[in-house]
C-alpha cells in the first residue's frame, strides 16, 4: 500500500519537476553574466572531470560521503546512528530511525560541497577568506561536479534506496532535489536574482504545466 501512494504521489509531482527545470533554465539565462562566479564553478567541474576520466575514482571517497549523508539526516529527523561502516566496495548504516527522505538524500545533497561551504565559512571568520571568493567557487565546482558524476555512477548499478522506494517515487525525489539545491544555491552564489524570485518563477512554471494538461485531458 505504501508504495502504490508512493507511485501516486511521485505521478502527482511529475508537473513539479517539469516547472521546477524551466524555472532552473530560466535561473541560468538570468545569471549567465555572473562571470566571476560562472568561471571559478565551470574550472573546478572540469577539473574533477579530468580526474573521474583519467585516473582511478576515489570510491572509499564517495561512499564514505554517501553513509555519512545518511549519518547526518538521520540526526536531522531525531534519529541514533548504530553502525557505520564504510569500504571502497560499498557502506552500511544502521539507525534507529529510517524514511524516504533519509534513504535517498545521498542521491541529493551534495555533502562535500556542503563541508566546503562550512570549512570557508570558518576560514573566513578566523583569516578572513572572503575576500577570495573565486576560490570557495572553484572547490564548489569540483564537490558538486564529484557529486554529480559519482552519484550517477552509483545509479548505474541496483541501490537498495532505490528499489525499496520505488523507481519512479525515487527518480522524482532526486530530481527535484538535485534542482532544488541549484535554485537556491544559484541566486546565493550570483545574487543576479532573489530566492524569492526564482521560487515565483517555480510556481509560475508548475502552474503554467497543470494549465496545460487540464486543457489536454
Known sequence: MARMWKLLIALLLLP?????????WRLLWATGNATTVWMPLLCGAACWLVVFLLLPRPMWLYVFGHELTHALWVWLF?????????SARG???????INWCIALAPYF????????????????????????????????????????????????TEQTDITRQGWLFSAVIIYLGNV????????LLTARVSLGTVLAWWLEETASVWRWLSRVF
Open 180 to 187: 532544488l539545491v541549484l535554485l537556491v544555491g544559484l541566486p
Open 78 to 86: 531525531g534519529g541514533r546512528v548504530k553502525r557505520f561502516r564504510v
Open 16 to 24: 513539479v519537476c517539469v516547472g521546477a527545470g524551466r524555472a532552473l
Open 109 to 156: 545533497f551534495p555533502v562535500y560541497a556542503v563541508l566546503v561551504l562550512v570549512v570557508f565559512g570558518i576560514g573566513h571568520l578566523l583569516w578572513g577568506w572572503g575576500r577570495h571568493p573565486e576560490w570557495l567557487h572553484l572547490f564548489l565546482g569540483a564537490a558538486y561536479a564529484f557529486h554529480v558524476t559519482l552519484t550517477w555512477e552509483a545509479l548505474k
Open 91 to 97: 557502506g552500511q548504516v544502521v539507525a534507529t530511525k
